[in-house]
């Protein structure tokens, strides 16, 4: 019974590993040596909370910084934008983004989209020259969190763990009950799995979008 804890554990560790895909197409004939301030204006889409749009946000300005770019911080862009009370709504025209430019005194934006987040994640995201609303670079990238799975492991955990222990009926209960809590932390820890598949979507993703710099990776 314990080789069968031990295992159950195993697999829950193994279910928090996700694997990422991702493409992106640049302008041709753009040269993005002209770009130096950027800013992420916009995270859309399939998103529980602006804690987790802050989030994917700060992924994608680690990017933007390593490559040599001056994203400006999230915050920031927020603040701003609510003063001269900009809304979602007016990036959908050019106008709207040479205004959110003019701003934020940034060369270009970001405009994110979350298709999905949950056991499947999925993003697309742009970069938009706020003079005359052309896409410089879009990119697209999917993966998996494996969380449902993870959460049924957690479980089957917990009941291999009050088997090992008891292998009476009441080490069963205890055992159910011990599932129940480990099923309900591995969905509250998903956060966590989350997280580390986002940075993977976003990594890959933006694998393409062009650098000021050498790369160090």
């Known amino acids: 019974m314990r080789r069968l804890a031990i295992c ?7 279910c928090a590993v996700g694997c990422a895909t991702g493409r992106s197409v640049v302008k041709p004939g753009y040269d993005f040596g002209l770009i130096e301030r950027v800013a992420v204006v916009q995270v859309d889409g399939a998103l529980r909370s602006n804690t987790a749009r802050n989030q994917v946000a700060d992924y994608f300005n680690s ?5 040599g770019y001056n994203p400006t911080e999230r915050a920031q862009v927020e603040a701003l934008l609510s003063e001269q009370e900009f809304q979602a709504s007016d990036l959908t025209s050019a106008a709207g983004i040479a205004r959110a430019g003019q701003i934020l ?19 697309t995201a742009k970069l938009v020259d706020v003079e005359d609303a052309s896409i410089l670079w879009v990119g697209e990238g999917s993966g998996g969190t494996g969380s449902t799975v993870g959460t049924i492991a957690g479980a089957a955990l917990g009941a291999g763990t009050g088997v090992a222990l008891g292998g009476s009926r009441r080490g069963r209960i205890v055992g159910g009950a011990v599932g129940g809590v480990l099923g309900g ?8 799995q989350e997280l580390t598949a986002t940075r993977k ?17």
């Open 63 to 67: 990017e933007l910084l390593e490559r």
């Open 185 to 192: 932390v591995a969905g509250q820890a998903l956060s966590r």
């Open 8 to 14: 159950l554990s195993m697999m829950v560790v193994l």
């Open 201 to 217: 979507v976003i990594l890959k993703l933006c694998r393409d979008l062009p650098s000021k710099v050498p790369l160090r990776r």
């Open 105 to 123: 005194n940034v060369d270009a934006v970001v405009l994110v989209n979350i298709g999905s987040f949950g056991d499947e994640i999925s993003m």
